[in-house]
């Protein structure tokens, strides 16, 4: 027992020793490169002295990296997490400064702005030895990981070892459709879901059918609080408020959180010792970091960005992702310029912030998720449930089968192989499901397509003034609203866009899904009110060829389906494969039905076109892969699985709807761990009293 604690002690010093003598050597070459890097007086000095100096700055630099680097992310939580980011350098080179100074003889010095380049090279190759190092010595990396995980089990009391019942981590790759994830797999593009797959006896690949509103606000509500009735779309208006509910919304998020759980009357999925990471909602879990639901919370709840100290407290992880967010900055510059030069079709703008609104998404959200989760893992919670948002993001706007797309998928197959490989060293063994919240649909956008929005289009039918000039319909986008979080700039919530008029028709856009809702008629309009006060726009919407269908409420026939040439099918009757809805697939008729039931549905919805032969439709906002409606492969997310647990479904049924997902999902924690029975007690950060609700044992 001595003996191994001497050997871990040694192998640890021989580890310091061997970044300290790097680190060294590093700072060395740096004062050759740089004129304005100096180790040595101005008379010059032995090559043994300017050794000497690099060696006890590259330790003070070291020192002060380890003690008070953490202590600064910690004071400085209080700006905004992008801030945080562009101060990393700043303070990385700070602490070189010191570093410099502490040398005797004052033979250390630089300009701050060469301190800033080498302290980021010195902090990225003492990363990069120390892991290898560990790489290289495997009883030492797990080592070091068990006394991680058993410093934390001993302070909450656990039990120690790998006997107990294995936790469950769910990782949502948003917006990534079973097709293209079976040809990135296929094509080996992801190595990590390639070999799942190949392996006998390892995962399960099946699709799953989404809801009409095939968005991430719709599906992920479903999918962790075991609701998403009376959810539309990604937005909607709401008449008896006056307001617009926005999915990406802190504050239109926790209330449909609320609405969920009192609906259910249940937590969520992750009130068993759960932690939700990047998510629109928290699951009810008490461990939460980036859950969009908890950015509305005031003091000490406001929980929404912890994760950022757990990664940012390594001044090499903020240098290695603040280098990853420029370089993404400059890649997506550059995709851009060449996809304008090769007059790629369809083809959106993406100049303004976009470029570091993709960074923020793939980058640093990607990496702090990730970090988060490992942490969750050494931690030995129960259940995870992270979503990584990066190829939503990009796909939108270069489209869900482009190069710039399946280069998002391989660098998050590089993550996923990380996870697993830290899987191999928690203190309890990990199930890892993978999933995604909807699929993308690509297409030219309808403006690009017919030279005016859809909010112009039913201007033109109510005869209302147009605008002579196409404006652009602003696009929806989770990670937009993050980086408003982020910045700690406030986000509009819900607000009416601007009408001349208060009678003047309200025209939201959720991808290829569209709701037109009129203030002036109170409650849900008819067509019959609708023909009477307004007797174009029915026909002009119908009859569009950018349009696949509408639905609206009749007084004589209750709702029914409008399409091209006066069809007219009531709700009661549709039918898949007939009539207007022939082209968008098995279960359309269903979840057309389902929506009709909803409080908040529209007084029109309207479904763009959808060309099976394709695959395409139109969004209705500037989104060349889009998401929301019906038709495609939107519609057609994926669900993948350690086979030693049950099948989702019966064999030959589908799984259809992101609540039936959840009950499948729960029913594998049960699998997993036993009866879902939350730890905490009511009231606690994401648990179901605060929102209106109770906790229900799911035994």
């Given at each position: 027992m001595g003996d191994g604690r001497w050997r871990t002690a040694g192998s640890a010093l021989m580890r310091v020793v061997v970044v300290w003598a790097v680190s060294t050597l590093t700072m060395l070459a740096l004062a050759g490169i740089l004129p304005d890097f100096q180790l040595q007086s101005d008379d010059g000095d032995s090559i043994t002295k300017?050794?000497?100096t690099a060696a006890w700055g590259a330790g003070a630099f070291g020192l002060l990296s380890a003690l008070v680097w953490p202590v600064l992310v910690r004071a400085l939580l209080i700006v905004p997490a992008l801030v945080l980011g562009m101060l990393v350098f700043f303070l990385n080179g700070s602490?070189?400064?010191?570093?410099?100074?502490?040398?005797p003889d004052g033979r250390g010095a630089a300009n701050p702005e060469t301190a800033v380049v080498v302290a980021a090279v010195m902090s990225a190759v003492a990363s990069a030895t120390s892991t290898a190092l560990a790489v290289r010595d495997d009883n030492a990396y797990r080592r070091r990981l068990s006394r991680l995980a058993d410093r934390r089990r001993r302070r909450s009391g656990a039990d120690s070892g790998r006997s107990g019942p294995p936790g469950t981590v769910f990782i949502q790759l948003d917006g990534v459709g079973h097709d293209v994830l079976a040809r990135a797999a296929e094509s080996r593009l992801m190595p990590t879901v390639a070999n799942w797959l190949a392996d006998e006896g390892g995962h399960r690949l099946t699709p799953w059918r989404t809801d009409w509103s095939s968005q991430t606000g719709a599906s992920q509500l479903g999918i962790l609080h075991g609701s998403n009735h009376d959810v539309p779309a990604f937005r909607w208006y709401e008449k008896e408020t006056g307001d617009v509910m926005v999915s990406s919304r802190p504050a239109s998020a926790i209330e449909l959180q609320r609405r969920a759980i009192a609906r259910t009357r249940d937590g969520g999925l992750l009130t068993l010792d759960g932690a939700s990471r990047g998510n629109l909602f928290s699951g009810g879990a008490d461990q939460l970091a980036l859950v969009l639901s908890m950015a509305a919370r005031l003091g000490k709840g406001r929980r929404s960005r912890a994760g950022y100290f757990a990664y940012f407290s390594d001044p090499a992880n903020a240098v290695r992702t603040a280098l990853s967010f420029v370089a993404e900055v400059c890649r997506e510059i550059g995709q851009s310029t060449r996809a304008r030069i090769r007059k790629d079709t369809p083809r959106i703008k993406r100049g303004g912030l976009y470029p570091f609104i993709r960074a923020f998404a793939t980058v640093v959200e990607r990496d702090v998720v990730v970090a988060a989760v490992i942490g969750d893992m050494?931690?030995?919670?129960?259940?995870?449930?992270?979503?990584?948002?990066?190829?939503?993001?990009?796909?939108?706007?270069?489209?869900p089968h482009s190069r710039d797309a399946e280069k998002v998928l391989a660098r998050l197959d590089r993550s996923l192989a990380l996870i697993v490989k830290v899987a191999e060293h928690t203190p309890r063994i990990y199930r890892i499901v993978l999933l995604s919240d909807h699929g993308q649909s690509p297409g030219e956008t309808f403006v690009g397509a017919y030279g005016l929005t859809l909010k112009n289009l039913v201007r033109a039918g109510c005869g209302l003034p147009v605008p002579r000039r196409a404006q652009r319909t602003r696009s929806g986008s989770e990670a937009r609203d993050a980086v408003r979080i982020a910045l700690h700039r406030p986000v509009e919530e819900g607000e009416v866009e601007h009408r001349a008029k208060p009678s003047d028709p309200v025209v939201l856009a959720s991808g290829n899904l569209g709701l037109i809702s009129f203030p002036d008629i109170e409650g849900r309009a008819s067509r019959e009110q609708l023909d009477r006060s307004r007797p174009a726009l029915l026909a002009t919407l119908a009859n569009h060829p950018g349009i696949g269908f509408l639905l609206v409420r009749s007084e004589r026939h209750g709702s029914v389906v409008l399409g091209r040439g006066g069809t007219e099918v009531p709700v009661s009757e549709l039918k898949d494969g007939e009539g207007p809805l022939a082209p968008f697939g098995p279960g359309a008729a269903a979840a057309v039905r389902r929506t009709d039931t909803f409080p908040h549905v529209a007084d029109i919805m309207v479904n763009s076109m959808h060309d099976g032969a394709t695959g395409c439709v139109h969004a209705f906002e500037e989104q060349i892969g889009s998401h929301g409606g019906l038709g495609g492969e939107q519609s057609r997310p994926f669900l993948l699985w350690p086979a030693d647990l049950s099948a989702p479904v019966a064999e030959g049924t589908?799984?259809?709807?992101?609540e039936q997902v959840h009950e499948v999902l729960r029913r594998w924690l049960r699998e997993c761990s036993g009866p879902q029975i939350p730890?905490?007690?009511?009231?606690?950060?994401?648990?179901?009293?605060?929102a209106g609700?109770?906790?229900r044992t799911a035994g």
């Open positions: 300017i050794a000497f602490l070189l400064l010191v570093a410099l100074r502490l040398i050494f931690a030995g919670r129960t259940a995870v449930y992270a979503d990584l948002v990066a190829y939503d993001e990009v796909a939108h706007h270069s489209g589908e799984l259809v709807g992101a730890l905490a007690p009511p009231g606690v950060v994401g648990g179901a009293e605060e609700g109770t906790v």
